[in-house]
Structures are given as C-alpha cells and as structure tokens.
C-alpha cells in the first residue's frame, strides 16, 4: 500500500522511510469484506499494493484464480513472491513488466489514497485490464463520522500510524470524490457502497453513535455517508468515445 513512484526526492525518501518503519501487520490484511465483490469469472487477477500476499493467497484458495501482486515494500514482498504466482517489485507505474490487457480484476485495497496522482494509476491499470477486466477497490472516506467529529467538536486533525489519517496518505476522498475520481479517468462505477460501519467497530468510536443519531435526521444525503470507515467500488472501463456514468 505504497505511491505510485514520482521523482526521487527528499520528501519520497521520507515517505519510504515511513513505510519501512510500519509494523509487519500494517502489509498483512487478510481483507475478508472484500471477497463478496471478486468477480468469479476472473481468471487472472492483480493486486496492486500487495503487501505480504495474505489477500492474494486467499483469492487463490477459495477461487482457483492466478494472482500477480505489486509491492515495492522489500520485506512484504519477499513474503509475497512464495504466496502469489507472481510478482513484481516496485510502485506501480509503466516500468513494471506486467502484460498489457491480461487481467480479469485489478484490486487497489485501500492503496489509491497513497499515491500521488491516483488518476494515473488508473489510467495504467486501464491499460492492463481484459476487454471485460474490471477494478475492485476499497478507499478510505475521510467524511467518517468519527473524524469529522474529532475535527469539528475538538479540533483535532492528528495523524497516526495507520487508519483514515494515516500519515503515509497524500489523498483524501469523500464518496462523492471518489465517484468523481473514476469518471474522470474514463471508469463507469458498477457499485459505490459503503463498509465498515463504525456502528459494527469494537474500538472507541463506538460510543460516537449516539451523537451520529443526533444529526442523523438531518435531510441531507451525505449524513449517511459518514457512517463508513470505507467505500467499496466496482468499476468497469468505458469503451473508447464514450462518456463515464456513475451509479448510486
């Protein structure tokens, strides 16, 4: 879950540091919610920002599918090349050897917020996709309750080592950018739903729901979405000279 390369600079030899220092754990998300969107046709999938593997070997074991995975982190993807039928170290950009329109699914879990310019990993991953290949991704939603709340009753704007302000994210998102973010890179959205309900989380941010049920009546549909950790999304690209929709 690291940028897409840009310039060697400073500040990227800061934000790699940051990376390596990251606990073990941070590259080893089994990611369960995000098997119900697997397209079970695919055949060959890629997982960009892989990390140790641990998705990528699941997807294997439950849908017989071969998997490639992109990890520029060296110790996850040490890991990584035993548990996936291949894989490519480095970010994600035009000098990995990846075979053009070959993938039947690319997924970005919560590895878009990363980059500096998620619109031109998209445009790559275009590129790479199978003439039915479709993106399955997962993207933080800074509009989450939680967070505005810290941000507007306490004022608070803190980043930590891991979750929605997680200091190696260069990009914030609400669902309605996210939507934005893919038709602007020539996607169509098949579905835009939210995950992770802090309701449902065991942590702290549980008890905030009784203030969430506060501004809850409010007629205003973003309200809504303020309840999720994260959006899932499936999109499919769009066929040349066509314009990009974005389903509710």
Known sequence: MTPISPPKTDPLARLEQAYAE???????????????????????????GCGSGIFGQSLKKYFGCEVWGVEPDQKSFDKAVARLDHARHGYFDETLDLPAGSFDCIFFNDVLEHMLDPAVAL???????SPT????????????????????MRGQWEYAERGILDRTH??????????????????????????????????????????????????????????????????RANPPGSAATVRP
């Open 123 to 129: 445009g790559l991953a275009k590129k790479l996709l």
């Open 133 to 152: 290949g479709k993106i399955v991704a997962s993207i933080p939603n800074i509009a989450h309750f939680p967070t505005i709340w810290r941000l507007v």
């Open 22 to 48: 990251k606990q073990a754990d941070y590259f080893e998300c089994q990611r369960p919610e995000m098997f119900k969107l697997f397209p079970t046709s695919a055949k060959r999938v890629l997982d960009v």
């Open 170 to 235: 260069l990009r914030f998102f609400t669902r309605q950018g996210i939507g934005q973010l893919f038709e602007a890179a020539g996607f169509t959205l098949e579905r835009l739903d939210g995950i992770n309900d802090f309701v449902d989380m065991h942590d702290g941010d549980r008890r905030l729901w009784k203030y969430y049920r506060l501004v809850g009546w409010l007629p205003n549909p973003h309200v809504r979405d303020m309840r999720y950790l994260q959006y899932s999304v499936i999109a």
